[in-house]
């Protein structure tokens, strides 16, 4: 058995696992879902999943990850007593590579954005900006390019091992992105007309709601939280036994959400202030964005390009946090179960991540083939994981502590031991036997039109 390294301090695992959550899902995504389902509803419906599923889930998986003591293959099937229990660790090692691949294609588009505001070649008028991100997210080359320098960024992370590379890497980016998003929101808060902005994230309309709201608003929660993918389960293997998992848990929860509102109202704001509605779907922080910062600060100033630069660097940090985690589960993974070193290992998981890269960046345009279900690689990958398997694999995951590992066990993490106390146990086991379990399955009846 290799030797396996632990998080050195509580605040650099709440900001290691806070990094893995916080991502793309919090300032590309969670904007636009909310732009495109009408707002305050959907947010609603979003905190209801976080809050109730997300939050049970989490713990689950770092109850899996720290008793287990190993990478999620391992840990699941050392407590599930059967080689069958492996298979969500194996679903969550594939499934992570995926979206770390089709993840680092956005990521790579923000590193081409952050360069053109640098050099303040960001197109800020409505029609140009359409025009240049058509152009460029379609051609083969130079996202692709984007794509491999991202993936390697995160190998070089990786590769220097859980404390030098994870937990430092952390420690300087996370406490950045914070700065970068307030400093954002109350520019963006503050300008003329922004309040209609803050009113469409604040205040519900129903009408919007659709089945398809609700699966979305789930599957949001799962992404946004990295669930599903193993990432936590693995960095909760590096947990020490002192840790409290409740908290720690309810923490990340608060932060993830926490960044996610405040992305809202960097956004929305700017958007209603410029005139724009945030309805533009996933190209929303690509091509609706640069106009809005155009409008918002004076055309094409010094301001315009200052804000659009650490908006583009807020979104690449925010971006690479997340795929070091998705790299790990891999990596750790593919080292302990075989006799690869760490640094072979990573980079045979950084190849995997290329290609899948490689291909979904190429499906955007470039190569029409490139399509599943009448849709985009990237976009497939995009919906199938995030809506689909994350969702599954958590469910897995939340039934695996309620009836497989035994309450003892779970009693045990919960309260590390009894030092913490075990009256929150009984009311724990219930959620993740039966509340969890019951509202995953029927959001997806009800999208199927089940019922
Ligand atoms: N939580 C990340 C985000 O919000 C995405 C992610 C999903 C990371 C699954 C790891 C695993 O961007």
Redesign the pocket.
Known sequence: MKERENFGSKIGIILAAAG???????VW?FPYMTGENGGAAFILIYLFCVVALGWPAMVAEFIVGRHGGANPLRAYERMGGHKAWALPGIVGMVV?TV?CGF?SVIAGWCLQYLVLSLTGNLAIDSTASGQYFAEFSSSAVLPTVWTVVFILLTYAVVVKGVRKGIERSSKIMMPLLFVLLLVLAVTSCVLSGASKGIEFLFKPDFSKLSPNVFLEAMGQAF???????M?LCTYASYFGRQVNIVRSAAQIVLI?TLVAILAGLMIFPAAFSAGIRPDSGPSLVFITLPVVFGKAFGGATIFTYAVAFMFYLLLAL??LT?TI??LETGTATLSEETRLSRRSAGGIVTLGAMLIGVLCSLSCGAVDTLKVAGQSMLDFCDFFTGQIV?PINSLITCLFVGYVIGSRVVSDEISNCGTLGRRWVPLYMFTVRVVCPLCIVAIFLHFMGLF
């Not at 893995?20 to 919090?26: E, F, I, Q, W």
């Open positions: 893995s959550a916080v991502g793309l899902g919090n995504r992570s979206i993840y992404f946004s939280l990295s669930l599903g993918a990432v993830d925010a971006a997340s985690s998705m994350l």
